[in-house]
């Protein structure tokens, strides 16, 4: 359904965005890279006696990924519900009346531990005039299902260590991988970690808006992000580093590896993603020269970084 062919304008726009403006080193060299602590309420929606408290960091949806705390209060008695079925899906809308989704948590699922529910959001453009976020809600309790929705905004994010990309395969398929650490990262081998998921095309009609299965992710499993970090710029000449690893899927379903930055300044995260049998998925080998002077090749698939 062309309501739901949402990749052809989120990939040109993040293939745009990403992969062919020319990047001004000279002004990004020396610019603060900002960090994000402390979660905040970023929007809370409110069904009968329910208020739903979203919390991000910084109070704040930005592009890429959001960790999202969800807390369920009872405004009669201020009593939490810890015991809700919770759904979340966040929709954008876009000017042409298509409407499409990112990865995203659906179901919710209540962290006893930390006392909330835990979920998160990788949103794959920002609000503008032409483009709108609304995030989708329900929950049941008491067997008694409440369901509501919000208009919010997603914030251009500024820390380029917390970028992502969006792309197809040449599998076909349609794939999201979002740099979630370090957010400041220090002159040394830092941890790297993302998070990689795919577009789960509908295998069915579309019921009554907005149907979740026409809406799905899932994390991708199993496969490898190879690794070759530069430093792009002409005065670097695209050299490399040693000691960094490929980032490949641990118990909390993302990719961790290790990025080893030698200097402040641009870099560039070469990756070639490969599946479980070991094929290409996306991205190509970057040039071992040494190239001062001259822009350095980037691999077909690549994240930019800055600190």
């Known amino acids: 359904m062309k309501s739901f062919n949402f990749w052809i304008i989120a990939i040109l726009f993040a293939v745009t965005s990403c992969t062919i403006d020319k990047t001004d080193y000279e002004a990004e060299i020396g610019s603060e890279v900002p960090e994000s602590l402390e979660f905040k309420e970023a929007t809370s929606l409110t069904s009968g006696n329910y208020k739903i408290s979203i919390e991000a960091l910084n109070g704040t949806f930005y592009k890429g990924y959001n960790e999202l705390h969800f807390k369920i209060i009872n405004t009669q ?159 670097m000449g695209n050299h490399s580093s040693p000691n960094n690893k490929d980032l490949t899927q641990e118990n909390d379903g993302l990719y961790h590896g290790v990025v080893n930055y030698t200097m402040t300044g641009n870099w560039t995260l070469n990756l070639i993603m490969m599946n479980q049998n070991g094929l290409i998925v996306k991205g190509t080998i970057v040039p071992t020269d040494h190239t001062p002077g001259v822009e350095g090749v980037k691999s077909e698939l690549y994240i930019d970084t800055l600190f």
């Not at 992502?164 to 002159?187: C, H, R, W």
């Open 77 to 235: 008695n201020n009593q939490e519900l810890t015991t809700a079925a919770l759904t979340f899906l966040p929709i954008i809308s876009n000017a042409d009346g298509s409407k499409s989704s990112c990865p995203h948590e659906y179901n919710v699922l209540y962290d006893s531990a930390n006392k909330y529910y835990n979920g998160y959001a990788v949103f794959t453009g920002e609000s503008t005039t032409t483009a709108s976020w609304k995030l989708y809600i329900s929950f049941t309790t008491d067997n008694q299902k409440y369901e509501i929705n919000k208009d919010v905004t997603v914030q251009k994010q500024n820390n380029k260590n917390l970028n992502m990309t969006a792309f197809a395969g040449n599998d076909g398929e349609q794939y999201v991988i979002a740099l979630i650490s370090p957010q400041k990262p220090t002159v040394s081998e830092n941890a790297l970690v993302a998070g990689v998921y795919k577009y789960n095309k509908p295998t069915t009609t579309a019921g009554t808006f907005p149907d979740p299965s026409q809406f799905s992710y899932s994390k991708v499993v199993g496969y490898t992000l190879k690794l070759d970090p530069r430093m792009p710029e002409p005065s």
